[in-house]
């Protein structure tokens, strides 16, 4: 007989979902924000994010882990935190210019660019339905390539650098928030010198209440996602978690086309279904296989 499938976390799905939710939703935030230039954003939140970040780490922690990090893994994360500040500063901008789509085809094509880097970096073999993937997604980029005429360079770039901060994150000992909190820390002084650089101290000048309160809550909004993704990451296997990341850049996607109404158009129409295509296949056969039980 066969063995009963597992039943899923549901409290797990439920906070893996939230957190997927809230990524894919970030667009109208950002929208929002319009009125705040992008690096300035990405300042800001990494201020406020270190200021909720640094308990958070301290209590999931407590204890359990050294307080000090290593100097290999502050290395590590100074890479991580460069990387990361590049792929905000171009997901904000790609937003806030109506490039909302093409930034959602940068998180499509993330798994892939993980499985690509992992093969060129690490060594990892890739099955021959990975491999055909992956060269599917690259047809689907040379069709908006060809008929566009031009690059999709913001989707490329954001798939890239978020694919080499998972390789670092891959890398490293320490867990997702620890990480972060480092990373964040390492970017805040940065981000303290760009502010007082070009306003001074007068980081809220011109911003009324509203954006104030919104510049304000960069820091919740950083870790209620990342809070929800640990408790996921925790419950739920991978194939799983794996299978629910695709909520946030379809979600990006639906902002983009049918809230902000960016043109679609017949070529990234085709390019897409053909990177949706890359994607089934690959979750498809990347899925663990069950053994088989003798009766």
Not at 196 to 201: D, L
Request: proline share 7%.
């Amino acid at each position: 007989m066969m063995p009963a499938k597992p039943a899923i976390d549901a409290r797990g799905a439920a906070a893996a979902c939230g957190a997927f939710v809230l990524w894919g939703l970030l667009p109208i935030y950002w929208k929002t924000l319009g009125q705040v230039s992008p690096p300035d954003l990405i300042a800001h939140r990494a201020v406020w994010s270190l200021l909720v970040l640094l308990p958070l780490a301290w209590w999931l922690a407590r204890g359990s882990a050294p307080l000090w990090p290593t100097a290999a893994a502050v290395r590590a994360h100074a890479v991580a935190a460069l990387l990361l500040s590049c792929n905000w500063l171009l997901y904000v901008w790609a937003t806030l210019n109506e490039r909302i789509i093409e930034a959602s085809l940068g998180y499509f094509l993330n798994p892939l660019a993980n499985v690509l880097l992992g093969a060129l970096v690490l060594g990892e073999r890739l099955s021959r339905p990975q491999t055909l993937a992956v060269m599917l997604a690259a047809v689907g980029v040379a069709v908006q390539v060809v008929a566009l005429g031009q690059l999709p360079w913001v989707a490329l770039a954001l798939a890239v650098t978020f694919a080499c901060y998972g390789l670092v994150g891959k890398l490293s000992p320490l867990d997702s928030v620890r990480g972060l909190t480092l990373e964040t820390a390492i970017a805040f002084p940065v981000a303290l010198g760009w502010l007082w650089w070009h306003s001074g101290w007068r980081w809220f000048e011109g911003m009324d209440g509203a954006t104030t309160g919104l510049v304000l809550a960069l820091g919740a909004v950083t870790a209620a996602p990342l809070l929800l993704f640990g408790i996921g990451a925790r419950r739920l296997p991978l194939a799983t978690l794996g299978l629910l990341q695709f909520i946030a850049p379809t979600l990006q996607f639906l902002c983009g086309w049918l809230l902000y109404g960016e043109p679609l158009g017949l070529a990234r129409t085709i390019s897409f279904v053909i990177i949706w295509t890359a994607l089934g296949l690959f979750i498809r056969h990347s899925r663990p296989q069950r053994p088989r039980v003798r009766p």
